[in-house]
């Protein structure tokens, strides 16, 4: 079935109220997949509150009827605030999307360890504080879900080389999202580690296959599909499963 066109949002049946609208938290919601995210759920009547580093993303995502927020995810500070602010909140899923690329055509013997420092900061230590920050409203929802946005470059069984920055991260956030799916386990709380497949965003370029609709849409599907028995795992956008 087709889905709804951007911003049309879904009945819920007239029995439906406030209490009975899943809520979705995304970490730089500004733009790429993040963005995509943001729209499919918000046409699909969701709850969304998302997350963005300037003043015109914000204004880009309140247009789709969302609640922004303007937090780095490496600011501690911000981090912390945005969990006072969403104190009492229940969020269904926090998908921990945010994140950087760092520079390209890095080789060995010219390696920039400020850049790789920065990339670890955002992609590692960013998505870790935010699902700590907001483990409660997690826990206080009814889905109880996480989501690590990683990517099949972060796999060590298929690691090629090259790409020493993003792959590393990468493989660290799964490390973190395997160990917090068993800190939680017994919370009720379901982490994975989901990869979007190569898309055309500014991360992916032009060249890449796959379009943000198609890929979120795959992602969608399989976040909807999560069991606590699949916490834990690491997966792709069409719901296979990705060696670690």
């Known amino acids: 079935m087709p889905r709804k066109p951007r911003g049309a949002k879904r009945s819920h049946g007239s029995g439906s109220t406030s209490r009975n609208v899943p809520t979705v938290l995304i970490t730089g919601a500004g733009r790429g997949l993040g963005y995509e995210y943001a729209q499919q759920y918000a046409a699909d009547g969701w709850k969304v509150i998302g997350t963005v580093r300037d003043p015109k993303a914000k204004a880009a995502?309140?247009?789709?009827?969302?609640?922004?927020?303007?937090?780095?995810v490496t600011d501690r500070k911000a981090i912390a605030k945005l969990a006072a602010?969403?104190?009492?909140?229940?969020i269904d899923v926090l998908i921990c999307n945010a994140g950087i690329y760092g520079p390209r055509g890095m080789s060995l013997g010219k390696l920039d360890y400020?850049?790789?420092?920065?990339?670890?900061?955002?992609n590692l230590l960013g998505p870790a504080a935010v699902a700590e920050a907001l483990l409660g409203n997690v826990a206080a929802s009814e889905k109880k879900i996480i989501v690590m946005m990683s990517s099949r470059l972060g796999s060590i069984a298929e690691m090629r080389g090259g790409d020493y920055f993003y792959a590393s991260s990468k493989a660290a956030l799964n490390a973190v999202g395997r160990a917090f799916s068993a800190a939680l386990a017994g919370r009720g709380i379901t982490v994975v580690s989901?990869?979007?497949g190569w898309v055309r965003t500014d991360m992916g370029g032009k060249r890449a296959p796959l379009a943000p609709e198609t890929s979120v849409e795959g992602?969608?599907?399989v976040i909807a599909g999560l069991t606590p028995g699949k916490s834990g795992s690491f997966m792709s956008y069409d719901g296979s499963a990705i060696p670690w």
Request: proline share 6%; aromatic share 4%; glycine share 10%.
């Open 61 to 72: 995502l309140t247009k789709l009827g969302a609640e922004a927020h303007i937090a780095d």
């Open 85 to 90: 602010g969403l104190k009492g909140v229940p």
């Open 114 to 122: 400020a850049a790789w420092e920065e990339v670890l900061r955002v």
């Open 194 to 196: 989901l990869s979007p």
């Open 219 to 221: 992602l969608r599907k």
